[in-house]
């Protein structure tokens, strides 16, 4: 098996990579997608559960700036491309926190392999439609957004995150189970996206975790949360 360990900032380039471990042809691949609140090195011991579990995990920054053509499902497809050699993707998991669930999903749509998606606090489509409500966040999120997305500042968010809702058509497409994980007081997910995913989704498993105090839902819970989902999509070859 092989591990790669780097750290976990912000990255440019095509290797978006900082960590990864239990690397083996015949390991099921786990992508992590990290966002701007979730999905750091908060999530090393996560990572290593899963690795023991049996699985290939791969953890992913989303590259700067946010959006480009890095935000899209494409950005997850050529990940699990490249990792074709060294892990089992014909039925790929993918963790998405916050940000990274748009890709994530927008992938599932399109790339038979994702056999299940896992969200932790994603926004889907509200946040996207009506980007001026960035502006109205907990100054803690929006300082995240900023670092996450290379922004300028805080007012630059709205035009760049403007446009990325995804459509109801684009998640009828999604054929492998869905996982979502939010908090009553998440700062990125609406009621009105949990409403979305109800209303398109083929196969959902909803979890309310407990209040976050305003940000993305975390810690040992979600961590379990996640490990269980993994594991219940399907058991890892042997």
């Given amino acids: 098996m092989r591990d790669t360990r780097r750290g976990p900032e912000p990255v440019s380039g095509r290797d978006p990579v900082w960590w990864s471990g239990g690397l083996d042809p015949v390991r099921p691949l786990v992508l992590v997608v990290g966002g701007a609140l979730g999905g750091?090195?908060?999530?090393?011991?996560?990572?290593?559960?899963?690795?023991?579990?049996?699985?290939?995990?791969?953890?992913?920054?989303?590259?700067?700036?946010?959006?480009?053509?890095?935000?899209?499902?494409?950005?997850?497809?050529?990940?699990?491309?490249?990792?074709?050699?060294?892990?089992?993707?014909?039925?790929?998991?993918?963790?998405?926190?916050?940000?990274?669930?748009?890709?994530a999903l927008?992938?599932?749509?399109?790339?038979?392999?994702?056999?299940?998606?896992?969200?932790?606090?994603?926004?889907?489509?509200?946040?996207?439609?009506?980007?001026?409500?960035?502006?109205?966040?907990?100054?803690?999120?929006?300082?995240a957004l900023v670092d996450a997305t290379g922004a300028a500042g805080g007012e630059q968010l709205p035009y760049l995150l403007g446009g990325l809702a995804l459509l109801p058509e684009q998640l009828y497409e999604i054929r492998g189970q869905v996982w979502v994980g939010h908090a009553p007081d998440d700062p990125l997910?609406?009621?009105?996206?949990?409403?979305?995913?109800?209303?398109?989704?083929?196969?959902?498993?909803?979890?309310?975790?407990?209040?976050?105090?305003g940000t993305t839902p975390r810690g040992g819970p979600v961590h379990r949360w996640l490990v269980d989902g993994v594991r219940g999509a399907g058991s890892p070859a042997r």
């Fill in 40 to 103: 750091g090195p908060e999530c090393v011991r996560l990572l290593g559960r899963l690795v023991a579990h049996g699985y290939a995990v791969v953890a992913v920054r989303l590259p700067r700036p946010v959006p480009c053509a890095e935000c899209t499902g494409a950005f997850v497809s050529r990940l699990i491309d490249g990792h074709a050699h060294t892990a089992d993707t014909r039925s790929t998991r993918v963790i998405g926190f916050d940000l990274g669930g748009r890709p």
């Fill in 106 to 143: 927008a992938a599932a749509a399109t790339d038979p392999r994702i056999g299940s998606v896992h969200l932790v606090g994603a926004p889907v489509s509200r946040l996207f439609e009506e980007p001026d409500r960035i502006l109205a966040l907990p100054p803690m999120t929006v300082d």
């Fill in 189 to 213: 997910t609406a009621p009105q996206d949990l409403a979305l995913l109800k209303l398109t989704l083929e196969r959902s498993v909803f979890h309310a975790f407990g209040a976050t105090g």
